[in-house]
């Protein structure tokens, strides 16, 4: 019998902790309360949210505007070169060209490719990120992202500046509603991905002398555009 069988056998044999322990319910009270669940009432709880979290909201109307929004973002940060997701992973038609019109060259970093280390120096002089989300959590600000072929991890914390693009279908009033929709799935997101983040506002420490300092773990700014 090797090592690994004989220990296998040992956690199996154990007692098992907490016998008395009452099962899971099959539901849980709200940690947060939201009264107003309509598209618009999510929308603007989350905007309330994420920007008392430093972070901020630019609503948008079609696909066209949503190009629009996100290259005046671009642009007022004097952007040359962006992280990103594949544009599949992006809910904007269109956005991939209206950017590499705009003179800005997209970096899709996978950190796989023969290349890693030439994709590494390109990617310090990145600017921006620009990705898509898994959901959006109203009634704390919170960007559910979780990494996937096309969707990797780097765009959303290495830039300065993340740009994150959802529609307005993706707001859900709380982050345990994402939970709850994932144990009816059978948890294939969370079981299919490297990494699930939570993510609410700028990054930010207050380890040195209690002061607030963004930036310091992740992108310093966070803005956000909501497609309708």
């Given at each position: 019998?090797?090592?690994?069988?004989?220990?296998?056998?040992?956690?199996?044999?154990?007692?098992?902790?907490?016998?008395?322990?009452?099962?899971?319910?099959?539901?849980?009270?709200?940690?947060?309360?939201?009264?107003?669940?309509?598209?618009?009432?999510?929308?603007?709880?989350?905007?309330?949210?994420?920007?008392?979290?430093?972070?901020?909201?630019?609503?948008?109307?079609?696909?066209?505007?949503?190009?629009?929004?996100?290259?005046?973002?671009?642009?007022?940060?004097?952007?040359?070169?962006?992280?990103?997701?594949?544009?599949?992973?992006?809910?904007?038609?269109?956005?991939?060209?209206?950017?590499?019109?705009a003179?800005?060259?997209?970096?899709?970093?996978?950190?796989?490719?023969?290349?890693?280390?030439?994709?590494?120096?390109?990617?310090?002089?990145?600017?921006?990120?620009?990705?898509?989300?898994?959901?959006?959590?109203?009634?704390?600000?919170t960007?559910?992202?979780?990494?996937?072929?096309?969707?990797?991890?780097?765009?959303?914390?290495?830039?300065?500046?993340?740009?994150?693009?959802?529609t307005?279908?993706?707001?859900?009033?709380?982050i345990?509603?994402?939970?709850?929709?994932?144990?009816?799935?059978?948890l294939?997101?969370?079981?299919?991905?490297?990494?699930?983040?939570?993510i609410?506002?700028?990054?930010?420490?207050?380890?040195?002398?209690?002061?607030?300092?963004?930036?310091?773990?992740?992108?310093?700014?966070?803005?956000?555009?909501v497609?309708?």
């Amino acid at each position: 019998m090797s090592s690994r069988d004989q220990i296998l056998n040992k956690l199996r044999a154990a007692r098992r902790p907490f016998d008395d322990a009452p099962p899971r319910p099959k539901a849980y009270l709200p940690v947060t309360h939201i009264d107003d669940t309509s598209p618009d009432g999510l929308l603007a709880r989350f905007t309330k949210e994420m920007e008392g979290l430093k972070g901020q909201i630019f609503p948008v109307t079609g696909d066209q505007a949503a190009c629009d929004q996100v290259l005046e973002l671009l642009r007022s940060h004097n952007t040359d070169s962006i992280l990103a997701w594949d544009f599949a992973c992006i809910p904007v038609f269109g956005l991939e060209e209206a950017i590499r019109e705009a003179g800005i060259t997209i970096v899709q970093p996978d950190l796989r490719d023969e290349f890693r280390e030439e994709i590494i120096e390109s990617m310090r002089d990145a600017q921006c990120g620009v990705t898509g989300v898994d959901a959006a959590a109203a009634t704390t600000g919170t960007l559910i992202v979780s990494t996937a072929p096309g969707k990797g991890r780097m765009p959303t914390v290495l830039a300065p500046v993340w740009i994150p693009i959802l529609t307005i279908d993706q707001l859900i009033p709380r982050i345990e509603d994402w939970v709850a929709r994932e144990r009816a799935s059978g948890l294939q997101t969370i079981r299919n991905s490297a990494n699930v983040a939570f993510i609410s506002g700028p990054s930010r420490t207050g380890d040195i002398e209690m002061e607030l300092i963004l930036g310091v773990h992740g992108s310093g700014v966070v803005q956000v555009v909501v497609k309708r």
